[in-house]
């Protein structure tokens, strides 16, 4: 059984008046344990498409299964990693990564050791105890991904989450993401505007038109081997696919909104 | 680092006072009025030790701090509650908060008559008009602070399973501090502003009655010694207390001090 099954016929928004109509019959499925990037020109739906899958945002028709149960509301097995991150100023690194935990009524020491544990995978045993103001822009991911990873949720759902990182640090954090997904086994729904990044990360790559309604254009299957990297001859090649489709995708939507 | 405090603050401080003193004396030596209307430096120096030392002003802050500290935790109680309930409940905000915006536009003194008719000349009264003068104006910024912190921490703590209360507790309250504090230090001061107004009005003991016991006994000095005392209770909680507290949490968040 697949661990996400999405359906959905129409997603809107009221927008003045009128409903803005951002996708429609978006169908596909999601294995346990499996990555999956989706790419897609800017204003497709793919951040919205998320807060879906979260739970954040029950306003649209269709059904988003979850284990096979239809997803009502936030669970904090679906995680959502924003692309704000939005990691909270007031507490330390040790303590944002603490929160959902001590939320979830983890006992103390129990919070403690799975901290730890995490801080260490993402190396910040160091700055544990610094407030987030304190850390770089590179860190600062890594505690929005360690304070999700603590959670222990079957799904990630990561937004853009490395846009504003530069290319070295991206680079770790794809081979810290890979060396993570592959010890955690989780599944992740990973939004990207890079297709490289798609390529060198995803087992699989789904594609969105051009909005205004958008749809799912194309799947793309990745089959190279682990770790990857971004030079990789076989990521280029499927590179070069996948941004052909995704091309002719943008250039609609320069066309639809110059020349409409 | 010291060194340049002093040079920078402590000194341009120092010599504007003496400054302002001289120029005081000055305008005393000047005769400018008699001196049962126009004191000079000395002589409210005079009354202000004398004030002091005789414990009457002591006192008279002890009773307006006790009156004050009573009031202002009522209205922080009533309005952070009225804040939550603007928060939680949408019908709420549309419905009474146009009442709760008009009756933080009414001056505090307006409340004075209503007081004295429901409490007497009493202690009630005063520390009624004290919560009425301030409890509006708190649930107002608690309210907007509360409403307007960045909605990505409130999404987060959905995303991780909060609900109720403790969504209250552990997103809004932290994520709004610093606005919080603006909050309570400026309803701070409509409380302090409201408790003087009311013990100017009759005999209530406290630092307002002492104002207008020098009035009535005619001692100019008695009346300027303790309107500075009343002056530097003032700075001295607003600068000292709310201003630590909120550089203090300013730091600690990451903001620039405002
Ligand atoms: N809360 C909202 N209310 C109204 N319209 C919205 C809202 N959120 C998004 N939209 C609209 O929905 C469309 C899709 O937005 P969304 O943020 O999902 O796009 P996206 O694919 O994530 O784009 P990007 O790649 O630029 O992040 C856009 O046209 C946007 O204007
Ligand atoms: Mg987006």
Known sequence: ?260 | MTTNFIRSRIVPCALFYTALLLGWQVLVVLRIGPSYIFPSPLNVALSLAEGFRDRSFWFGILVSFRRLLTGFSLAIAVGGVLGALLLKSRTFEKTAGSLILGLQTLPSICWFPLALVWFGLSEGSIIFVVVMGSVFSFTMTIHAGLKNIPPIYVNIGRNMGVRGPALLWDVFIPAALPSLLLGLRQSWAFAWRSLLAGELLFNSQGLGFLLNMGRELNDINRVVAVMLVIMAIGVFIDKLVFGRMELAVRTRYGLKPS
């Open chain 1, 1 to 260: 059984m697949p661990i996400l099954k999405v359906d959905i016929a129409s997603k809107s928004y009221p927008a003045n008046a009128e409903t803005l109509l951002v996708f429609e019959k978006i169908r596909f499925e999601i294995g346990r344990g499996e990555f999956v990037c989706l790419v897609g020109p800017s204003g497709c739906g793919k951040t919205t498409l998320l807060n879906i899958l979260a739970g954040l945002d029950p306003r649209y028709e269709g059904e988003v299964l979850f284990k096979g149960r239809r997803v009502d509301g936030c669970d904090a097995d679906r995680l959502m990693i924003f692309q704000e991150l939005g990691l909270f100023p007031w507490l330390t690194v040790r303590e944002n990564i603490a929160f959902g935990l001590k939320c979830k009524k983890v006992p103390a020491a129990k919070r403690a050791r799975i901290c730890s544990e995490y801080l260490h995978m993402v190396d910040l045993a160091r700055f544990q105890d610094s407030y987030i103001h304190e850390i770089s822009a590179g860190m600062k991911q890594r505690v929005a991904l360690a304070r999700a990873l603590a959670m222990d949720p079957e799904v990630l759902l990561m937004d853009e989450p490395f846009s504003s990182l530069d290319a070295q640090a991206r680079d770790l954090l794809y081979e810290e993401l890979q060396r993570i997904w592959g010890i955690t086994k989780k599944t992740i729904v990973f939004v990207t505007h890079n297709v490289r990044e798609a390529v060198c990360l995803g087992d699989r790559i789904l594609v969105f038109s051009a909005p205004p309604v958008a749809r799912l254009k194309a799947s793309f299957s990745v089959g190279l081997p682990r770790p990857r990297t971004i030079e990789a001859n076989g990521v280029i090649d499927i590179v070069k696919c996948v941004f052909g489709e995704l091309k002719s995708e943008i250039r609609k939507t320069y066309d639809h909104e110059f020349h409409p």
